[in-house]
């Protein structure tokens, strides 16, 4: 009985990770770390995020990783769709770009972390082990980049959106990390009233994801 309970609390233990990665050699290299490594599993590996999305679905990781330069939607559009569907899903991007606007665009989607693909195998499983733990990995010199660009972030003027109250409201709940659902359980409001407040905002802040919202209301300082 003391084997089986061990055996129980590993099985529980392992991380399941998911990889969204367009070069083959990456993805499949990615994939045989993951898989013959004690305490992870890969729970599927995708070239696209089209192909990704939907196969999530119906087997939800526990870290997705992903890279950004993606066929089709990019993964900062990605995982700004799969983490409004899957709030507890841990993201951390896997990528060859370190420039400002996408470490800040990953951030504000919902990512929890952000390397570059030069990160050692044995550094991107620490850092994995670290994101589950409720830490947020990120390669030093992206780690930098962050600090010095979260101090700059300054906008040239303050901006009128002609938000209402309800509006930043709202737009404040999702820089806090909401999603749609818990937003509207804050705001003792139903889903479709949070949708329809949410196509307000993209009009006035002329923007067309939640994602590119919390980005400018960060920017701007709107909340």
């Not at 499949?28 to 999530?56: H, K, Q, V, W």
Request: hydrophobic content about 40%; some cysteine; charged content about 30%.
């Amino acid at each position: 009985m003391r084997d089986f309970a061990q055996m129980e609390t590993t099985k529980t233990d392992i991380i399941k990770t998911a990889i969204v990665e367009d070069i083959r050699d990456i993805r499949e290299g990615l994939a045989t770390l993951i898989n013959f490594t004690d305490g992870f599993t890969c729970a599927g590996s995708y070239r696209s995020m089209e192909e990704a999305i939907p196969r999530i679905k119906g087997n939800v990781p526990d870290v997705l990783l992903s890279d950004i330069g993606l066929p089709g939607m990019n993964g900062i559009e990605g995982i700004g769709i799969l983490k409004e569907q899957f709030p507890e899903m841990t993201v951390l991007m896997l990528t060859v770009y370190d420039d400002d606007e996408r470490i800040f665009d990953a951030i504000c989607a919902g990512a929890s972390g952000y390397m570059l693909k030069r990160t050692s195998p044995a550094k991107i499983l620490e850092n994995i082990r670290e994101a589950v733990s409720g830490g947020a990995p990120m390669s030093p010199e992206v780690a930098a980049r962050v600090i010095k660009l979260f101090r700059e972030v300054r906008p040239p003027e303050r901006v009128d959106y002609d938000l209402t109250p309800h509006e930043t409201r709202l737009l404040k709940l999702l820089v806090e990390g909401h999603n749609y659902t818990t937003a509207a359980e804050e705001l003792r409001v139903s889903y479709n009233t949070i949708k329809f407040h949410m196509r307000h905002i993209y009009e006035k802040l002329q923007v067309h994801s939640k994602s590119e919202a919390v980005a400018k209301a960060l920017r701007n300082r709107l909340v």
